[in-house]
C-alpha cells in the first residue's frame, strides 16, 4: 500500500472526471449564424424528434415488467413509420434501474440532464418511481402515465404528474363493491402483499366494506418470494371467511389457490387485476381458477375478434419478433398509444407546457386498445379509472360485466 | 384449547412437512456438495431452478416424453456440474474460502440472469407424475404432491446415506474433502472426486428442482424463498448429514407455519435468520451433524 | 514524492468538481464516496481480518434509518443524525459480531446473508419506527448561506468530505497496532493468538468498526436522497458491496476506492455494454434474443466477478503491483505482496 497506488487513483479518477466532463459538451451544436432560427426551442425537441425516456427494471427482481417497455417501443417505431407526430419521430430511450430505487434516481438525472428528454414517460414501479416524482414535478419536467397503480401519484394532483392504470384505489373498492352487491351477508378476509401494491390494495377494499358495514375477519399478509401460505390459508379459513380479496402478483396469488384447494378452503376469491393472467390456469390448475373474480381494463390477449388485439399481434410480429405477445405488451401499448394522442393534441409547437394542457384537454377519447372513454382535467390526472369484472372459468377469463367506475 | 383449534394446529405442521419438504430437498444438495468438496455453494438453488427449464424444454418445445427428459436433464445437471467444477472452481480451489463463496455468488448471479433472459419471468406450471388431488386423514388434509415430494426426498436421503459411507466412491469424496492431502497421500485422484461431487449435487438439485417447480412454479427467481429455508434447514440439521438435511428442513417448515399460526404471519421470514444464528452459536454442527474438526 | 503531488492534484480536483458539474454527475460522485466508506469499511472486515459478510446491506439499512429516525422525531442537525446511523449500525455490528466468533467462512457467510435478508422484513414489520412500505421523508441539509452552493452541490461535499477523512482513517487504522492486529489473526488465529491478540476483543471489535463505516454510509445515503424505504436496500445490495470489494481489491484503501468507482459506474454503462452484446448477437442472426439483451447485466457481473477471482485474486488495484514489479524487473515476478488472496482458510 505505497503512496504510489495513489498515483492509479488518481489517475483513474482524473480519467473519471475528463469523461464525465466529455459527456456535458453540448451535444447539438449551436445553429450557424444567418441561418433561420429554430422553431421550436423546448428541450428534447428538435425539427424531426422527439425524445423520451423512463426507468425500467430490465434485470433484477422485477425483470418480468422489461417487456412493457418493448411494447411501447413497438408502438412508437410503427407511429414512426407512418411519419411520427406532427412529422416528429419519437424516440424511445430506456434505461435499466434494475428495481433499485436510488439507481432510480440516478437515471432519472441522467435522462433529465445528460440526455435532455422532453419527459419521463411510463416510468415503472412504486418504490423506485416513489423517489422522483415529486423532483419531476418541482422542476416541472411532464412525468407521463406512471406504469403503477399506486394512489399517491395524484392524491394530491400535481401539475406535471400523470398517472396511467386504473389505480389500487379503484380496484380495492371495486372488489369490494363485488362482495356488497352480489355476495351479501357473508364475512370477508383479507390476503395482501407486504409491500405498497399489497397494502395499497387492501385499504381501500377495507374501506369501503367498512362503510357498508360488511364484516372483515381476518387480515393476513406475505412477503413476496415466500412459497408457502398454509398458515394464512388455515387462519382465513379458521376465521370463517367467506370472501377473501386476493392482492398479489401472479406468482403468489396461483400459490395460494392451488393451496387453498389442496387445504379443502373453499371460499369467493376476489383478485387484483394485476394477476389476471391465463397463465393462472396452468400454474394454479384449472379447478384452483374456477369461479375466481377478478378485473380488467385491457382486453384479453386471445380476443382475436378485437380489431386492435389483432393489430398488436401484427404489430409485434413486425416490428420485435420473438418478443411473445403478453398481457405486458398489450399494457405497453396502451400507453404508448395514449402517449401519442397527448403528442398530437399538443400540436406542432410542442413545448412541455402545451403537452400538459394537452393532456388535461383530453375528453371522451376513445381510441385506444382497451376501447374505454378517457377523460383527464386540470385536477383529474387519472386517465383510466374504469375497470371491468371478469370471471375466470372454464379456462378462459370472460367479462361478466360493463365498465365500472369507482 | 378446543378440538377445533387443535385440528387446525395439526393441519399448520402437516402443511409445515410439506413445505419442508421443498427446503430438505435443497438442503440435501447443499450438504452432498459440502460433504464432497467442503464447498458452500450459493449457487445450488439457480443451478437447480436452470437445470429444471432444461427439462421445461424439453417437455414442451421439443415434446420429450417426461421420463425421457427427466434422465435427459440429469445427464445435462451432471455434465453442467463438472464443467462448472472443471472451469472456475478448480483455479480457486487452493485460495481461500471467501474466493470460493464469491466464485458461487458469480454463479449465482450469471444462472439466474440467462434462465431469466431464455425463458422469461412468467411463472410456468410444470408437469409431475402425481399431481393434484389430497387424501384425508383424521380431519387432516394432506396432497398427494406432497407426499410424493416427501417420499422422494427420504428415498433420495436414504440412498445418499448408503452411497456416503457403504460405496468405495462415496468414502474417497468424504475423504476429500475431509482431508485434500491425506486423500492425496492415499492415492484417491483428488481432482476428479471434486468434480464428481459438483456433478453428483448438481443431479441432485435437478431432482429437487423437478420435484418443487410443481408445487411452486418454475421461474428465474423460484429458488429466492427457497434457498435461505435451506441454509437454515442444512444448518440446523447439520451440514454433514443427509439425515439431518431432511430433518432440519421439515423443522424449518413445520417452525416457520406454527410461528406464522400462533404469533404473527409477518414474522415467518425473518425466522430462518435467528434459527440459522441461533443453532450456529448453540450447536455449530447442527442437531444431527458430527464435529468436523479442521486442520490450522 | 511524485504521489504526494498527485494526491494533492486529486484531493483538489475533487473538492472543486461539484461546482463545475451538473446534478447527475454530482450524485453520481456523491454516490460514489458513500460506496467508498461502505467499501473501506467491508473491507476492514472481509479484507483485512478475513470475515466474509454478505449482509452490509443490513448495516447500511440500520444506519440510513437510524439517521433518519433522529432527524424526524429530535430534529438534530444532520451531522449527528449521520453520526447516529453510525452508531446504531456499529452497535448491531458489536452485537452480531460475538455470536459470529465461533464461525468461519461459509458459516459467517450464510448467518450474514440470513441477516441481509432478515432487515428488511423487520424494516416493514416495524411500522410505527420506519414508515413500514411508505418509508421514511427527510429534509436533505441546507447548503449555508453565503457560499452559493446549490442543494445537489452541497449534498456532494458533504459525501466527499466524510468519504476523505473515512479514508484517511482507514489508512491510519490499518497502519497502527489494531491494523496489524487483525491481519496476523487473518493469517493464522493461532499464531496471533499466541503473541498475545485478543481473538474475541479484535473480531468483534472488527464487526463494530465495519459496521460503523457502513452505518454512516446508509445516513449519507438517506440525506442524499431525501426519502428512504425498505425497497433500497434489498439483497442485491449486500451483493453489489462483497462485489465491489472483491474487484477492487481486498485489504486495499486504494483497491475500495476503485471498486466503489466500478460499482456505481458500471449499471450506468451496462445499457452501451448490453447494446453492444445486441449489435454482437445480431451479426451472427440471432436478432430475436439479442432484442432483450439489458436483463443480462447480473450475468456481465458474475463473469467479472469470477474472473476477478481467477485471474486477479488481488482485485484492480494488484494489476498496478503486476505492472510495477514487471517494470522494476527485479528477477523473477514475485506474488504482488499485499492484497493477493488474502482472507483464511482454518
Same mark, same amino acid.
Given at each position: 500500500?505505497?503512496?504510489?497506488?495513489?498515483?492509479?487513483?488518481?489517475?483513474?479518477?482524473?480519467?473519471?472526471?475528463?469523461?464525465?466532463?466529455?459527456?456535458?459538451?453540448?451535444?447539438?451544436?449551436?445553429?450557424?449564424?444567418?441561418?433561420?432560427?429554430?422553431?421550436?426551442?423546448?428541450?428534447?425537441?428538435?425539427?424531426?424528434?422527439?425524445?423520451?425516456?423512463?426507468?425500467?427494471?430490465?434485470?433484477?427482481?422485477?425483470?418480468?415488467?422489461?417487456?412493457?417497455?418493448?411494447?411501447?417501443?413497438?408502438?412508437?417505431?410503427?407511429?414512426?413509420? @407512418?411519419?411520427?407526430?406532427?412529422?416528429?419521430?419519437?424516440?424511445?430511450?430506456?434505461?435499466?434501474?434494475?428495481?433499485?430505487?436510488?439507481?432510480?434516481?440516478?437515471?432519472?438525472?441522467?435522462?433529465?440532464?445528460?440526455?435532455?428528454?422532453?419527459?419521463?414517460?411510463?416510468?415503472?414501479?412504486?418504490?423506485?418511481?416513489? @423517489?422522483?416524482?415529486?423532483?419531476?414535478?418541482?422542476?416541472?419536467?411532464?412525468?407521463?402515465?406512471?406504469?403503477?397503480?399506486?394512489?399517491?401519484?395524484?392524491?394530491?394532483?400535481?401539475?406535471?404528474?400523470?398517472?396511467?392504470?386504473?389505480?389500487?384505489?379503484?380496484?380495492?373498492?371495486?372488489?369490494?363493491?363485488?362482495? %356488497? @352487491?352480489?355476495?351479501?351477508?357473508?364475512?370477508?378476509?383479507?390476503?395482501?402483499?407486504?409491500?405498497?401494491?399489497?397494502?395499497?390494495?387492501?385499504?381501500?377494499?377495507?374501506?369501503?366494506?367498512?362503510?357498508?358495514?360488511?364484516?372483515?375477519?381476518?387480515?393476513?399478509?406475505?412477503?413476496?418470494?415466500?412459497?408457502?401460505?398454509?398458515?394464512?390459508?388455515?387462519?382465513?379459513?379458521?376465521?370463517?371467511?367467506?370472501?377473501?380479496?386476493?392482492?398479489?402478483?401472479?406468482?403468489?396469488?396461483?400459490?395460494?389457490?392451488?393451496?387453498?384447494?389442496?387445504?379443502?378452503?373453499?371460499?369467493?376469491?376476489?383478485?387484483?387485476?394485476?394477476?389476471?393472467?391465463?397463465?393462472?390456469?396452468?400454474?394454479?390448475?384449472?379447478?384452483?381458477?374456477?369461479?375466481? %373474480?377478478?378485473?380488467?381494463?385491457?382486453?384479453?390477449?386471445?380476443?382475436?375478434?378485437?380489431?386492435?388485439?389483432?393489430?398488436?399481434?401484427?404489430?409485434?410480429?413486425?416490428?420485435?419478433?420473438?418478443?411473445?405477445?403478453?398481457?405486458?405488451?398489450?399494457?405497453? @401499448?396502451?400507453?404508448?398509444?395514449?402517449?401519442?394522442?397527448?403528442?398530437?393534441?399538443?400540436?406542432?409547437?410542442?413545448?412541455?407546457?402545451?403537452? %400538459?394542457?394537452?393532456?388535461?384537454?383530453?375528453?371522451?377519447?376513445?381510441?385506444?386498445?382497451?376501447?374505454?372513454?378517457?377523460?383527464?382535467?386540470?385536477?383529474?390526472?387519472?386517465?383510466?379509472?374504469?375497470?371491468?369484472?371478469?370471471?375466470?372459468?372454464?379456462?378462459?377469463?370472460?367479462?361478466?360485466?360493463?365498465?365500472?367506475?369507482? | 384449547?378446543?378440538?377445533?383449534?387443535?385440528?387446525?394446529?395439526?393441519?399448520?405442521?402437516?402443511?409445515?412437512?410439506?413445505?419442508?419438504?421443498?427446503?430438505?430437498?435443497?438442503?440435501?444438495?447443499?450438504?452432498?456438495?459440502?460433504?464432497?468438496?467442503?464447498?458452500?455453494?450459493?449457487?445450488?438453488?439457480?443451478?437447480?431452478?436452470?437445470?429444471?427449464?432444461?427439462?421445461?424444454?424439453?417437455?414442451?418445445?421439443?415434446?420429450?416424453?417426461?421420463?425421457?427428459?427427466?434422465?435427459?436433464?440429469?445427464?445435462?445437471?451432471?455434465?453442467?456440474?463438472?464443467?462448472?467444477?472443471?472451469?472456475?472452481?478448480?483455479?480457486?480451489?487452493?485460495?481461500?474460502?471467501?474466493?470460493?463463496?464469491?466464485?458461487?455468488?458469480?454463479?449465482?448471479?450469471?444462472?439466474?440472469?440467462?434462465?431469466?433472459?431464455?425463458?422469461?419471468?412468467?411463472?410456468?406450471?410444470?408437469?409431475?407424475?402425481?399431481?393434484?388431488?389430497?387424501?384425508?386423514?383424521?380431519?387432516?388434509?394432506?396432497?398427494?404432491?406432497?407426499?410424493?415430494?416427501?417420499?422422494?426426498?427420504?428415498?433420495?436421503?436414504?440412498?445418499?446415506?448408503?452411497?456416503?459411507?457403504?460405496?468405495?466412491?462415496?468414502?474417497?469424496?468424504?475423504?476429500?474433502?475431509?482431508?485434500?492431502?491425506?486423500?492425496?497421500?492415499?492415492?484417491?485422484?483428488?481432482?476428479?472426486?471434486?468434480?464428481?461431487?459438483?456433478?453428483?449435487?448438481?443431479?441432485?438439485?435437478?431432482?429437487?428442482?423437478?420435484?418443487?417447480?410443481?408445487?411452486?412454479?418454475?421461474?428465474?427467481?423460484?429458488?429466492?424463498?427457497?434457498?435461505?429455508?435451506?441454509?437454515?434447514?442444512?444448518?440446523?440439521?447439520?451440514?454433514?448429514?443427509?439425515?439431518?438435511?431432511?430433518?432440519?428442513?421439515?423443522?424449518?417448515?413445520?417452525?416457520?407455519?406454527?410461528?406464522?399460526?400462533?404469533?404473527?404471519?409477518?414474522?415467518?421470514?425473518?425466522?430462518?435468520?435467528?434459527?440459522?444464528?441461533?443453532?450456529?452459536?448453540?450447536?455449530?454442527?447442527?442437531?444431527?451433524?458430527?464435529?468436523?474438526?479442521?486442520?490450522? | 514524492?511524485?504521489? !504526494?503531488?498527485?494526491?494533492?492534484?486529486?484531493?483538489?480536483?475533487?473538492?472543486?468538481?461539484?461546482?463545475?458539474?451538473?446534478?447527475?454527475?454530482?450524485?453520481?460522485?456523491?454516490?460514489?464516496?458513500?460506496?467508498?466508506?461502505?467499501?473501506?469499511?467491508?473491507?476492514?472486515?472481509?479484507?483485512?481480518?478475513?470475515?466474509?459478510?454478505?449482509?452490509?446491506?443490513?448495516?447500511?439499512?440500520?444506519?440510513?434509518?437510524?439517521?433518519?429516525?433522529?432527524?424526524?422525531?429530535?430534529?438534530?442537525?444532520?451531522?449527528?443524525?449521520?453520526?447516529? #446511523?453510525?452508531?446504531?449500525?456499529?452497535?448491531?455490528?458489536?452485537?452480531?459480531?460475538?455470536?459470529?466468533?465461533?464461525?468461519?467462512?461459509?458459516?459467517?457467510?450464510?448467518?450474514?446473508?440470513?441477516?441481509?435478508?432478515?432487515?428488511?422484513?423487520?424494516?416493514?414489520?416495524?411500522?410505527?419506527?420506519?414508515?413500514?412500505?411508505? #418509508?421514511?421523508?427527510?429534509?436533505?441539509?441546507?447548503?449555508?448561506?453565503?457560499?452559493?452552493?446549490?442543494?445537489?452541490?452541497?449534498?456532494?461535499?458533504?459525501?466527499?468530505?466524510?468519504?476523505?477523512?473515512?479514508?484517511?482513517?482507514?489508512?491510519?487504522?490499518?497502519?497502527? !497496532?489494531?491494523?496489524?492486529?487483525?491481519?496476523?489473526?487473518?493469517?493464522?488465529?493461532?499464531?496471533?493468538?499466541?503473541?498475545?491478540?485478543?481473538?474475541? !476483543?479484535?473480531?468483534?471489535?472488527?464487526?463494530?468498526?465495519?459496521?460503523?463505516?457502513?452505518?454512516?454510509?446508509?445516513?449519507?445515503?438517506?440525506?442524499?436522497?431525501?426519502?428512504?424505504?425498505?425497497?433500497?436496500?434489498?439483497?442485491?445490495?449486500?451483493?453489489?458491496?462483497?462485489?465491489?470489494?472483491?474487484?477492487?481489491?481486498?485489504?486495499?484503501?486504494?483497491?475500495?476506492?476503485?471498486?466503489?468507482?466500478?460499482?456505481?459506474?458500471?449499471?450506468?454503462?451496462?445499457?452501451?455494454?448490453?447494446?453492444?452484446?445486441?449489435?454482437?448477437?445480431?451479426?451472427?442472426?440471432?436478432?430475436?434474443?439479442?432484442?432483450?439483451?439489458?436483463?443480462?447485466?447480473?450475468?456481465?457481473?458474475?463473469?467479472?466477478?469470477?474472473?476477478?477471482?481467477?485471474?486477479?485474486?488481488? #482485485?484492480?488495484?494488484?494489476?498496478?503491483?503486476?505492472?510495477?514489479?514487471?517494470?522494476?524487473?527485479?528477477?523473477?515476478?514475485?506474488?504482488?505482496?499485499?492484497?493477493? !488472496?488474502?482472507?483464511?482458510? #482454518?
Amino acid at each position: 500500500m505505497g503512496q504510489a497506488v495513489w498515483k492509479v487513483v488518481a489517475f483513474l479518477v482524473s480519467l473519471g472526471l475528463v469523461l464525465v466532463a466529455c459527456r456535458e459538451a453540448p451535444t447539438g451544436a449551436p445553429a450557424p449564424a444567418g441561418q433561420q432560427a429554430p422553431r421550436v426551442t423546448e428541450v428534447g425537441v428538435t425539427d424531426d424528434s422527439i425524445l423520451l425516456g423512463t426507468h425500467q427494471p430490465m434485470s433484477g427482481p422485477a425483470a418480468s415488467y422489461s417487456v412493457i417497455p418493448r411494447g411501447s417501443e413497438v408502438y412508437f417505431k410503427y407511429i414512426n413509420d @407512418q411519419g411520427g407526430v406532427n412529422g416528429r419521430k419519437i424516440i424511445y430511450k430506456i434505461e435499466d434501474d434494475g428495481y433499485q430505487p436510488p439507481r432510480t434516481v440516478e437515471v432519472v438525472k441522467k435522462l433529465v440532464e445528460q440526455d435532455k428528454v422532453f419527459a419521463i414517460f411510463n416510468g415503472l414501479g412504486t418504490p423506485t418511481h416513489s @423517489q422522483v416524482f415529486e423532483w419531476l414535478n418541482e422542476n416541472k419536467i411532464p412525468d407521463m402515465y406512471i406504469a403503477s397503480g399506486a394512489t399517491k401519484w395524484t392524491e394530491p394532483v400535481r401539475r406535471y404528474v400523470f398517472a396511467f392504470q386504473p389505480d389500487y384505489r379503484v380496484e380495492g373498492t371495486l372488489l369490494a363493491r363485488y362482495a %356488497i @352487491q352480489n355476495l351479501p351477508g357473508k364475512k370477508a378476509g383479507i390476503f395482501y402483499q407486504n409491500d405498497d401494491f399489497g397494502k395499497d390494495g387492501a385499504r381501500w377494499f377495507e374501506e369501503t366494506l367498512k362503510k357498508a358495514n360488511y364484516p372483515i375477519v381476518a387480515r393476513e399478509s406475505f412477503e413476496v418470494t415466500a412459497t408457502d401460505f398454509s398458515s394464512q390459508i388455515i387462519k382465513l379459513r379458521d376465521a370463517r371467511a367467506e370472501v377473501v380479496l386476493l392482492f398479489c402478483v401472479p406468482r403468489p396469488c396461483a400459490l395460494f389457490l392451488k393451496q387453498a384447494e389442496q387445504l379443502g378452503y373453499k371460499a369467493a376469491f376476489l383478485m387484483t387485476a394485476v394477476s389476471n393472467d391465463p397463465e393462472m390456469f396452468n400454474t394454479a390448475g384449472p379447478s384452483a381458477m374456477e369461479g375466481v %373474480i377478478t378485473l380488467g381494463w385491457l382486453p384479453p390477449l386471445d380476443d382475436t375478434s378485437n380489431p386492435r388485439i389483432r393489430q398488436h399481434h401484427e404489430l409485434l410480429q413486425k416490428y420485435a419478433p420473438g418478443l411473445q405477445p403478453q398481457n405486458f405488451t398489450v399494457y405497453g @401499448q396502451a400507453a404508448a398509444e395514449i402517449m401519442v394522442e397527448t403528442l398530437r393534441r399538443a400540436g406542432r409547437d410542442l413545448t412541455r407546457e402545451k403537452l %400538459i394542457e394537452a393532456a388535461e384537454s383530453i375528453k371522451d377519447w376513445k381510441d385506444n386498445i382497451a376501447g374505454v372513454a378517457v377523460t383527464m382535467g386540470p385536477n383529474d390526472h387519472r386517465p383510466f379509472k374504469a375497470m371491468r369484472y371478469m370471471k375466470f372459468t372454464g379456462g378462459n377469463i370472460i367479462f361478466i360485466s360493463d365498465y365500472q367506475y369507482e | 384449547m378446543t378440538e377445533g383449534q387443535l385440528l387446525s394446529l395439526a393441519q399448520q405442521v402437516v402443511s409445515g412437512l410439506s413445505a419442508g419438504s421443498i427446503y430438505a430437498l435443497l438442503a440435501l444438495a447443499l450438504v452432498l456438495i459440502y460433504q464432497s468438496t467442503d464447498v458452500v455453494n450459493f449457487a445450488q438453488g439457480e443451478m437447480a431452478m436452470f437445470t429444471t427449464f432444461i427439462a421445461y424444454t424439453l417437455l414442451t418445445w421439443y415434446g420429450v416424453p417426461f421420463l425421457p427428459a427427466v434422465a435427459l436433464t440429469l445427464v445435462f445437471a451432471f455434465l453442467l456440474g463438472y464443467l462448472v467444477e472443471r472451469v472456475v472452481v478448480r483455479p480457486v480451489e487452493e485460495a481461500p474460502v471467501l474466493s470460493v463463496v464469491i466464485v458461487t455468488l458469480g454463479l449465482y448471479s450469471i444462472f439466474n440472469s440467462v434462465a431469466g433472459w431464455v425463458w422469461g419471468y412468467v411463472p410456468k406450471g410444470f408437469p409431475s407424475p402425481i399431481s393434484g388431488g389430497t387424501v384425508w386423514f383424521l380431519g387432516l388434509t394432506v396432497g398427494l404432491l406432497d407426499l410424493w415430494i416427501l417420499g422422494c426426498g427420504l428415498v433420495i436421503m436414504v440412498l445418499l446415506h448408503l452411497f456416503l459411507r457403504r460405496t468405495t466412491l462415496g468414502t474417497a469424496m468424504r475423504a476429500v474433502a475431509h482431508n485434500r492431502t491425506a486423500a492425496r497421500l492415499v492415492g484417491i485422484p483428488v481432482g476428479r472426486m471434486l468434480s464428481l461431487g459438483w456433478g453428483f449435487s448438481a443431479m441432485l438439485g435437478a431432482i429437487a428442482g423437478m420435484l418443487a417447480a410443481p408445487k411452486i412454479f418454475l421461474e428465474p427467481n423460484m429458488m429466492a424463498g427457497v434457498l435461505l429455508y435451506a441454509f437454515a434447514g442444512a444448518v440446523l440439521g447439520g451440514l454433514s448429514s443427509p439425515f439431518g438435511a431432511i430433518a432440519g428442513g421439515l423443522l424449518v417448515g413445520v417452525i416457520e407455519n406454527l410461528l406464522g399460526a400462533l404469533v404473527a404471519t409477518e414474522l415467518k421470514s425473518g425466522l430462518a435468520f435467528f434459527m440459522i444464528l441461533a443453532m450456529l452459536v448453540v450447536r455449530p454442527q447442527g442437531l444431527f451433524g458430527t464435529v468436523h474438526r479442521r486442520k490450522v | 514524492m511524485v504521489g !504526494r503531488i498527485l494526491l494533492t492534484v486529486l484531493v483538489i480536483c475533487l473538492l472543486t468538481a461539484p461546482l463545475f458539474i451538473n446534478q447527475f454527475a454530482n450524485f453520481v460522485l456523491s454516490r460514489m464516496a458513500i460506496y467508498t466508506v461502505v467499501a473501506l469499511g467491508l473491507n476492514l472486515l472481509t479484507g483485512y481480518s478475513g470475515q466474509i459478510s454478505l449482509g452490509h446491506g443490513a448495516f447500511f439499512a440500520i444506519g440510513a434509518y437510524g439517521a433518519a429516525i433522529v432527524a424526524n422525531r429530535l430534529g438534530l442537525p444532520w451531522p449527528l443524525c449521520i453520526l447516529t #446511523g453510525g452508531l446504531a449500525a456499529g452497535l448491531a455490528g458489536y452485537l452480531l459480531g460475538w455470536p459470529s466468533l465461533r464461525l468461519t467462512g461459509p458459516y459467517l457467510a450464510i448467518a450474514t446473508l440470513a441477516l441481509a435478508v432478515a432487515v428488511p422484513q423487520a424494516l416493514l414489520k416495524f411500522e410505527d419506527l420506519t414508515g413500514g412500505v411508505q #418509508g421514511l421523508k427527510l429534509s436533505q441539509p441546507q447548503p449555508p448561506l453565503g457560499l452559493g452552493l446549490a442543494q445537489d452541490q452541497w449534498l456532494a461535499y458533504i459525501c466527499l468530505v466524510t468519504a476523505m477523512i473515512m479514508v484517511w482513517l482507514t489508512v491510519n487504522l490499518v497502519r497502527s !497496532r489494531i491494523g496489524r492486529a487483525l491481519i496476523a489473526l487473518r493469517d493464522s488465529e493461532i499464531a496471533a493468538q499466541a503473541v498475545g491478540v485478543s481473538l474475541a !476483543r479484535f473480531k468483534t471489535l472488527a464487526f463494530a468498526t465495519s459496521a460503523f463505516y457502513t452505518g454512516l454510509a446508509g445516513g449519507l445515503l438517506a440525506y442524499l436522497l431525501g426519502y428512504i424505504a425498505p425497497d433500497a436496500f434489498t439483497l442485491v445490495v449486500s451483493i453489489e458491496f462483497l462485489t465491489m470489494v472483491v474487484i477492487g481489491g481486498l485489504a486495499s484503501v486504494a483497491g475500495s476506492i476503485i471498486g466503489a468507482a466500478i460499482i456505481v459506474v458500471l449499471p450506468l454503462l451496462s445499457s452501451n455494454l448490453t447494446d453492444y452484446l445486441a449489435r454482437l448477437l445480431n451479426l451472427v442472426g440471432l436478432s430475436a434474443i439479442g432484442a432483450t439483451t439489458k436483463g443480462l447485466i447480473w450475468a456481465i457481473y458474475g463473469v467479472i466477478l469470477i474472473l476477478v477471482m481467477v485471474f486477479l485474486p488481488g #482485485g484492480l488495484v494488484s494489476l498496478y503491483h503486476k505492472a510495477k514489479n514487471l517494470w522494476a524487473r527485479t528477477g523473477p515476478v514475485k506474488k504482488a505482496g499485499a492484497g493477493d !488472496r488474502p482472507g483464511e482458510r #482454518g
